[in-house]
């Protein structure tokens, strides 16, 4: 059973554009929500990332929006540039194990 | 500034075969390491937690005597995949904390 969703599984949209990856959860244990950015042949990095204390994370051109009630996260990219096409991860962790779940990823594609 | 290196980056081995692997920490103390696998559907796999000072806790599916790991210091970690077949392919990934992660080292089993 997936504990964190994603979707889309892929998206596409044109330069400029905003786009929007969603992120859904089921353990309300879940308390830290880092979004990661991977670039083909390489590893994750860190992109922004939310406590369930707050419902809005912003940095620069990334926002989370995050709905703890509804257990839904999502990050905006807005003026998407080519140069943000990657795959990004939702992930989650509980305070208490400081274990990462990971989702299984949205690959954007930012066309020009 | 903050860094993990992995290496080797890429390896492969034949069936049967064991190979290891290493993280590095540069820029701070990594206290906990965590080793992951990302299979080629992109699904992590977390393999195990080490803490330094701690006993390394593995996950399900994983166990010490397939994914040795070493965690001697605060900059140093390393595992090994014992005996690799091909469904241990794959890139493994090394992080510190949820902020740093390594670029991988890509298991190619044959």
């Known amino acids: 059973q997936q504990q964190v969703r994603q979707s889309p599984q892929s998206l596409t949209v044109w330069e400029g554009e905003t786009a929007i990856l969603n992120c859904s959860y089921e353990?309300?244990?879940?308390?830290?929500f880092p979004w990661y950015q991977q670039f083909p042949g390489e590893g994750p990095a860190l992109l922004i990332s939310i406590l369930s204390v707050s419902n809005k994370k912003e940095d620069g051109r990334f926002t989370i929006f995050f709905n703890k009630r509804e257990k839904k996260l999502s990050l905006h990219i807005a003026d998407s540039q080519p140069g943000d096409s990657a795959t990004y991860f939702c992930?989650?962790?509980?305070?208490?194990?400081?274990?990462?779940?990971f989702g299984l990823g949205t690959t954007l594609q930012v066309q020009p | 500034g903050a860094l993990v290196y992995q290496y080797p980056r890429r390896t492969i081995c034949k069936s049967g075969t064991s190979m290891r692997m290493e993280c590095q920490a540069v820029?701070?103390?990594?206290?906990?390491v965590a080793w992951y696998r990302q299979s080629p559907q992109k699904t992590f796999e977390l393999i195990a937690l080490?803490?330094?000072?701690?006993?390394?806790?593995?996950e399900q599916n994983f166990t010490q005597e397939k994914f040795p790991i070493s965690h001697p210091n605060l900059s140093f970690s390393s595992m090994t995949v014992l005996n690799a077949y091909l469904e241990d392919r794959g890139l493994y990934l090394c992080g510190a904390g949820e902020q740093y992660f390594g670029p991988g080292t890509r298991l190619t089993v044959l």
């Open positions: 992930a989650a962790i509980t305070g208490n194990t400081r274990k990462l779940i």
């Open positions: 353990n309300s244990a879940f308390d830290y």
């Open positions: 080490s803490t330094v000072n701690s006993a390394i806790k593995y």
């Open positions: 820029g701070f103390q990594a206290t906990s």
